[in-house]
Nanobody, 125 residues
Framework: VQLVESGGDSVQAGGSLRLSCAAS????????MGWFRQAPGKEREGVAT?????????TDSVKGRFTITLSQDNAKNTLSLSMNSLKPEDTAMYYC??????????????????WGQGTQVTVSS
């Protein structure tokens, strides 16, 4: 599967953005999907993940401000990340990621290994 992100931009603090990730094939039941980010000089961190049971998981710093959504559209699906009340510390390259989904294993744990090219989010104060 290939992932393509879009929606990154430069905004002022307090603003909003919506990132989207299009998968090249049907992934809804076969893959776990999530959003990660990497700021300059920092390690990549998980932002949000979602599973087909509707469960979501967010890193503490974005809880209440970001919403991850996985939607189906015919034979493909789109992963979105709605970001509100953006802060300068949210500035980073944001990556869509996926991994094979296996019964009994949570999408909210373990390593992801399929990555998009990233989309830049810059928040100015």
């Amino acid at each position: 599967v290939q992932l393509v992100e879009s929606g990154g931009d430069s905004v002022q603090a307090g603003g909003s953005l919506r990132l989207s990730c299009a998968a090249s094939e049907y992934t809804y039941s076969s893959y776990c999907m999530g959003w990660f980010r990497q700021a300059p000089g920092k390690e990549r961190e998980g932002v949000a993940t979602t599973d087909i049971d509707g469960s979501t998981n967010y890193t503490d710093s974005v809880k209440g401000r970001f919403t991850i959504t996985l939607s189906q559209d015919n034979a493909k699906n789109t992963l979105s990340l709605s970001m509100n009340s953006l802060k300068p510390e949210d500035t980073a390259m944001y990556y869509c990621a996926a991994k094979r989904r296996y019964s009994g294993y949570s999408c909210h744990r373990g390593a992801y290994y399929v990555w998009g090219q990233g989309t830049q989010v810059t928040v100015s104060s």
